[in-house]
């Protein structure tokens, strides 16, 4: 599976836009993007994934550039409880196949 | 609520000794998954069952080991435990679809003394 990069941490006001970037420059054509999220020491969270097109549900959105490169996750207005460590892992979409975490980007929202 | 129970929350025992770590996935999923997380490694998959049978396998050391039950129920056992062993130990279960995101477990906390 391909290896991503993450910034550290990141800081957003409360009601902002949060907006998360990874890169995967060596992504392969059959590899999705995916997000999870870790809340304080909870089980990780899923949160979404794609493949080329934009993503859109109820929690964020995903923005994959043309060229696959890099994505970046969009928390629209952003909550105390949105306060995470936040993944994003490459891996090939296939039923049944374990994720691998990187350190990811831990997000901090304030108010 | 991701619908994976785990238990116990917190495990306190000594070094040497055997404990086992249980796992129930969501209604339907065939495959769990293990995942430790420690503070100096974080979060990395140990060994993963589908529908009884071992599937694959992730850093797991060899005094660690799994199963998974025909009533699809997992139980990690961790054995000759030392200090380092001491970490949050995640469950997670998927479908069979393709696309199926992973839906992880509270975790048990194992505190080796």
């Known amino acids: 599976d391909a290896k991503t990069t993450q910034p550290t941490s990141m800081d957003c006001a409360e009601g902002r836009a949060a907006n998360l970037p990874c890169n995967h420059s060596?992504?392969?054509?059959?590899?999705?993007v995916y997000w999870y999220r870790q809340i304080h020491s909870q089980g990780p969270q899923y949160i979404i994934h794609?493949?080329?097109n934009n993503e859109t549900n109820e929690m964020a959105s995903l923005i994959i550039t043309e060229d696959r490169k890099s994505s970046t996750l969009i928390l629209p207005h952003a909550t105390l409880r949105d306060t995470a460590v936040y993944y994003c892992?490459?891996?090939?979409?296939?039923?049944?196949?374990?994720?691998?975490f990187g350190k990811g980007t831990t997000l901090s929202v304030s108010s | 609520d991701s619908g994976v129970t785990q238990t116990p929350k917190h495990l306190i025992t000594a070094t040497g000794q055997r404990v086992t770590l249980r796992c129930s996935p969501r209604?339907?999923?065939?495959?769990v998954y293990w995942y430790q997380q420690s503070l100096d490694q974080g979060l990395q998959f140990l060994i993963q069952?589908?529908?009884?049978?071992?599937?694959a396998k992730g850093n797991i050391l060899e005094r660690f080991s799994a199963q998974q039950f025909p009533d699809l129920h997992s139980e990690l056992n961790l054995s000759s435990l030392e200090l380092g062993d001491s970490a949050l130990y995640f469950c997670?279960?998927?479908?069979?679809?393709?696309?199926?995101?992973?839906?992880f477990g509270p975790g048990t906390r194992l505190t080796v003394l």
């Open positions: 997670a279960s998927s479908g069979s679809r393709v696309g199926n995101e992973q839906f």
């Open positions: 060596t992504i392969s054509g059959n590899e999705y």
């Open positions: 794609g493949l080329k």
């Open positions: 892992i490459v891996r090939r979409d296939q039923a049944g196949t374990a994720l691998i």
């Open positions: 209604s339907g999923d065939l495959s």
């Open positions: 069952y589908y529908n009884g049978e071992e599937r």
